[in-house]
Structures are given as C-alpha cells and as structure tokens.
C-alpha cells in the first residue's frame, strides 16, 4: 500500500503561487506514476500533471506553462509549483499514486482557493 498526504493548499490571489507537496509512505522507485488531480464543485476530477516511471512528464493543456511537477525521490516527495494562478484553478488537488501492479491510491486532497 501507500499512504500519500497532500499539504500547501491555501487561499492566493489571481496571479499568485502556491507550492503543494504530496509525501508518499514508500520509495517513489516503487511507484509507476504519480499523478495530481483537481476537482472543483460540481465537475469531475481532472489530471493536472503526472510523472511516470520518474521520466516523462504530461500536463492538462489548461495548467501548461504555468504548472511545474517535481519529485524528490531521496525524500519520497512530489510537488506542484503553481504559478499564475487563475480564480478557474480553484478545486481540491488530490495527489495519485499508481503502482506496478497498477493499483491506484490517493490522499486527502488539499483545497486551493484563488481569489481576490
């Protein structure tokens, strides 16, 4: 299993930067892909970026230029760097783990509020 917990959330203004991190309860190396995802009222959860197999990196067109994904894998951390925030980036961020065997796990979610 793995147990992730998300933490960075908060309220900023439009134009603002946040910094969420994800810690994960084991190795990133054992772990296929990690994901971020947001969902806002009332729409479904979307992918905001992911990193699979530690390489390769695919962001939500919405979030791209604006969105970094990272990983420490000597702390078994991701974060999202969130830059140029928009009052439309509001939602819960929820990190996803997928493992080898390809078995999904998510944290608690975080709330990032934009607005002015």
């Known amino acids: 299993q793995v147990q992730l917990v998300e933490s960075g959330g908060g309220l900023v203004q439009p134009g603002g930067s946040l910094r969420l991190s994800c810690a994960a309860s084991?190795?990133?190396?054992?772990?296929?892909?990690m994901g971020w995802y947001r969902q806002a009222p009332g729409k479904q959860r979307e992918l905001v970026a992911s990193?699979?197999?530690?390489?390769?990196?695919n962001y939500n067109d919405s979030v791209k230029g604006r969105f970094t994904m990272s990983s420490d894998n000597a702390k078994n951390m991701v974060y999202l760097q969130m830059n140029s925030l928009k009052p439309e980036d509001t939602a819960v961020y929820y990190c996803?783990?997928?493992?080898?065997?390809?078995?999904?796990?998510w944290g608690q979610g975080t709330q990032v509020t934009v607005s002015s």
């Open positions: 084991r190795s990133i190396f054992s772990i296929n892909s």
């Open positions: 990193i699979t197999k530690g390489i390769s990196t």
């Open positions: 996803r783990a997928q493992t080898w065997d390809l078995t999904y796990y």
